[in-house]
């Protein structure tokens, strides 16, 4: 292993803002479960980003939004240190990350106790769709969590993962509440501002696709079936 990732390893244990739960005890429900609002001292709105990898989006997100909080999730935490390095040079109070795997994300957050959740640029996994983000077991996973009229987001670079998405989305009944199949050749600060708002937030991986020239692709939905 690099010396640097040694090292961040190393840090990254010290910072308040990081919680990297035992790995031996992940049969168990975490202490934190349904106590988040304790650990930021408020009762402000939670929000997810998961596989954050190095955690811009929700750093973004944290500074446009300090009345909301935000939770980075990722299972590399030589990723989540680059994040968490950044809020605690800036003193960002609203935001935590957790070092663990999304498919243990039931055993993090009660019923009710998240409002929203991002999924940036996750693996498309072309060849093992359960193991995709918006699959049918992640998105029950997350119907747990979520408010009842809880968001999810996703923005990807991945033709497969947006068009997957969408057909998910249509064969549960699901309500869309937007897309754009080219985000930065669609939106911009005029056309929706609040739109605008949330999405020209750029991360590692989308600066790489956008370097390739790849189309940015953005839906949003409530895992509620429609009428
Ligand atoms: C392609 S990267 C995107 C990272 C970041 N969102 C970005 O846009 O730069 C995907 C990230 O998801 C994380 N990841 C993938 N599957 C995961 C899982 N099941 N649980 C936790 N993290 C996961 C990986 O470690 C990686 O950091």
């Known amino acids: 292993m690099g010396k640097d990732k040694l090292k961040r390893f190393a840090e990254v244990e010290k910072f308040k803002?990081?919680?990297?739960?035992?790995?031996?005890?992940?049969?168990?429900d975490h202490e934190l479960k349904g106590k988040w609002s304790t650990k930021f001292n408020n009762s402000n709105p939670i929000i997810l980003e998961l596989g954050c990898g190095r955690g811009e989006y929700t750093v973004g997100l944290a500074r446009k939004f300090p009345k909301i909080n935000f939770i980075g999730i990722d299972i590399k935490g030589s990723r989540l240190?680059?994040?968490?390095?950044?809020?605690?040079?800036?003193?960002?109070?609203?935001?935590?990350f957790l070092r663990t795997k999304v498919d243990f994300i039931e055993q993090f957050f009660n019923t009710n106790e998240v409002n929203e959740i991002w999924l940036t640029f996750s693996d498309p996994q072309p060849k093992k769709p359960r193991k995709r983000l918006t699959s049918p077991l992640f998105i029950e996973r997350y119907k747990e969590l979520l408010k009842k009229d809880g968001v999810i987001h996703l923005k990807t670079d991945s033709d497969l993962l947006y068009e997957y998405t969408l057909e998910e989305i249509e064969r549960n009944n699901y309500s869309i509440i937007n897309h754009l199949n080219d985000?930065?050749?669609?939106?911009?600060?005029?056309?929706?501002?609040?739109?605008?708002?949330?999405?020209?937030i750029e991360t590692y991986y989308e600066s790489i696709w956008l370097k390739e020239?790849?189309?940015?692709?953005y839906v949003s939905f409530t895992a509620i079936h429609k009428g």
């Open 17 to 28: 803002n990081v919680i990297q739960p035992n790995l031996n005890n992940f049969l168990n």
């Open 81 to 96: 240190w680059r994040g968490a390095k950044t809020c605690v040079e800036e003193n960002i109070n609203n935001v935590f």
């Open 183 to 200: 985000v930065h050749g669609q939106l911009n600060d005029k056309s929706d501002p609040e739109l605008y708002e949330i999405l020209n």
């Open 213 to 217: 020239g790849k189309k940015i692709k």
